[in-house]
């Protein structure tokens, strides 16, 4: 609730009561909330109470939008194309992560997932394709921090040779998990996806595929409201790609040989021991077929008064794959609290801490016949692969021509039951902020913001393939290890002015936002591969050992500068600003860059029949 004019404002209890201190003689108060429709009211002096009731926004046009780092804009006189995710649209579906939370609710987002397995990585273009090779992920800001989603592999391709070469434990086809994975949902009030190149410029040469804005929950006025959430659930198998069901033995025979010369004679043993005919196993059903039970606890504490605000948020989630040995735990808490300090001077604070393991198993393309999809179209689905009553496994000689070389094939159930790919992520985001309200009159206002934020994490990964798994000795070195150590530091901080010059004599009100910035990205990645181990010792020095290790350092300096123009009872929009970027990525790290914008819209309201309002908007980035 705000007096119209002025920086005078406050919130409402619990119960939609509040009180204020307003100047004398008639005054204007704006009443806002969120999912509600705006709504102003003359206050006369005599009045010593007011009532007021808000019609629900069921088109979401009275939110605010961003328009730079340090101000916004009401949505309805938006002109850049921006869509908003509210927090009931993201956890009214259960989801693991917040990318898969945000699939089908972003209008223009290709979000597709890599893989299925819990933990899995995904992919978020706003722009579709803008690069053959580059990475085409959006800027993320968390809560003023930009945030890492770096999707780095702990070295899968050792064991699936994707990319082919034994020393390289790497390759574009890992579908490592992006680092989004480690945000719990339900601490998310609201994600802001800026989709056109006016709506990101003021975030420089990093907003290039976008930007998404995530606003954590947040304290509120009150008595202290404690909520517990307990969500339970399984999992299943929804698609499969089946095996062929073969109508005779020697259609069955023709297709082992095809794949793996002299195979044709374990097909007849097969059909021998099932009297004469040709037995067939649901390969996928039955690795794949657990229904693992899934569960996610949330407990949470937020209130406080008008001068003091917190909220403090646990999470544990449980998520066992459909497949055995994989699964994802995410643990997290986060705190947050607001502090008026003075009538001028507020203090915001935020820190959050998430552990996040996952067991990914064995998915995706390879080369070694490792990957359970790629081995079974291969192998004829004939012989019963899973593991026998003494503890043994058969052996797959049919994928990759491995009737002569067993080492050539794999058999998925004894790699799932025995191959680790495990990693886990300890992560720590924090940001904190100062406002400070240099003028507050009716006509002329200043606010001076400081933004400070840090988001770091570490990962440890580690691969084991014993050495009595069947394609271990494919390169007559039985047994792999990986050992990745991968750090992620970035920091980032701002000084924002916002000046608002609102005449009451003049049919318009302007707002100038200017600021300077600094980030700093650093990441080390170290992975250490050896091959030819000892038998049950997982222990990467074990063996023929290589080791490799790649650093960046990446330090960004900005400034920028907006303008902002709203007349005539807010129909008019204009607005125009720039920012300047220099890198030390770039070839001359002195140089800046410019990324300018302007954009504009109009509406009109009820100025055509049955018509409410229709809004006229264009954009230049």
């Not at 006369?44 to 019609?55: C, M, N």
């Not at 989801?95 to 945000?102: F, N």
């Not at 890492?148 to 998990?177: E, F, H, K, V, Y």
């Amino acid at each position: 609730v705000t007096v119209t004019g002025s920086s005078t404002g406050t919130y409402t209890n619990d119960q939609g009561q509040f009180s204020l201190t307003v100047p004398n003689g008639v005054v204007t108060l704006r009443v806002r909330r969120i999912g509600f429709q705006l709504r102003t009211v003359l206050v006369q002096p005599t009045q010593s109470s007011v009532e007021v009731a808000l019609k629900r926004d069921v088109l979401q046009l009275e939110g605010v939008s961003v328009t730079s780092q340090a101000s916004v804009v009401e949505r309805k006189n938006a002109a850049t194309a921006v869509s908003q995710v509210q927090a009931e649209d993201l956890t009214r579906v259960p989801a693991v992560q917040v990318d898969q939370a945000l699939q089908g609710k972003v209008v223009g987002a290709n979000i597709n997932l890599n893989s299925g397995i819990p933990g899995g990585g995904a992919q978020i273009q706003i722009r579709g394709n803008t690069s053959l090779f580059g990475n085409g992920e959006p800027l993320f800001v968390i809560d003023g921090v930009l945030m890492s989603n770096a999707a780095i592999s702990t070295g899968r391709n050792a064991i699936t040779q994707a990319a082919p070469g034994l020393s390289s434990a790497t390759s574009t086809q890992d579908a490592p998990p992006n680092r989004l994975a480690d945000l719990n949902p339900d601490d998310i009030e609201s994600i802001e996806v800026l989709k056109g190149a006016a709506a990101s410029a003021l975030y420089g040469s990093r907003a290039t595929n976008g930007v998404l804005i995530i606003t954590t929950k947040r304290g509120r006025i009150g008595a202290p409201q404690w909520r517990l959430s307990q969500r339970f659930g399984t999992a299943d198998l929804l698609n499969d790609v089946s095996s062929r069901r073969f109508p005779s033995l020697q259609a069955a025979v023709d297709a082992a040989e095809s794949v793996s010369s002299g195979s044709g004679q374990l097909v007849r043993d097969a059909a021998a021991a099932n009297g004469g005919q040709v037995p067939w196993f649901d390969y996928q059903g039955q690795l794949y077929g657990r229904n693992p039970l899934q569960y996610e606890t949330s407990l949470s504490v937020n209130g406080g008064n008008e001068q003091t605000r917190y909220r403090v948020a646990v999470t544990n989630a449980d998520n066992p794959g459909i497949a055995v040995n994989t699964g994802a735990i995410r643990q997290s808490a986060r705190f947050s609290l607001d502090q008026n300090i003075t009538s001028r001077l507020t203090a915001s604070l935020g820190l959050g801490a998430t552990r996040f393991a996952a067991d990914r198993g064995v998915d995706g393309n390879d080369n070694s016949y490792t990957s359970p999809l790629y081995t079974f179209g291969y192998t004829p689905a004939v012989l019963d692969l899973r593991r026998r009553a003494d503890g043994s496994f058969p052996l797959n000689q049919f994928a990759g021509g491995s009737f002569s070389n067993p080492s050539n094939a794999s058999n998925p159930f004894q790699t799932f039951q025995f191959l680790r790919n495990n990693e886990t992520t300890n992560r720590v985001q924090g940001n904190g902020r100062l406002d400070y309200q240099a003028l507050a009159g009716e006509v002329h206002q200043l606010r001076v913001s400081f933004l400070a934020g840090l988001d770091r994490y570490d990962t440890d990964g580690n691969i084991v393939s014993p050495t009595f798994l069947q394609f271990e000795n494919n390169d007559g070195l039985p047994g792999t290890n990986v050992q990745a150590q991968i750090t992620s530091r970035q920091y980032n901080t701002s000084l924002a002015g916002v000046y608002t010059f609102a005449p009451r004599s003049l049919p318009f009100s302007g707002t100038t936002t200017a600021g300077v910035s600094y980030e700093q990205q650093q990441l080390n990645v170290f992975r250490i591969q050896s091959r030819g181990t000892i038998p049950t010792v997982g222990i990467v020095g074990a063996g023929q050992v290589t080791a490799t290790q790649g650093q960046e350092l990446f330090r960004d300096q900005a400034f920028y500068a907006q303008q902002d123009f709203l007349a005539f009872d807010e129909k008019l929009f204009v607005s125009g600003g720039f920012r300047a970027d220099r890198s030390s990525a770039n070839g001359d790290p002195g140089k800046f860059f410019f990324f300018p914008k302007a954009q504009a819209s109009y509406r009109f309201v009820d100025q055509i029949p049955l018509v409410n309002a229709l809004k006229l908007r264009g954009a230049w980035g």
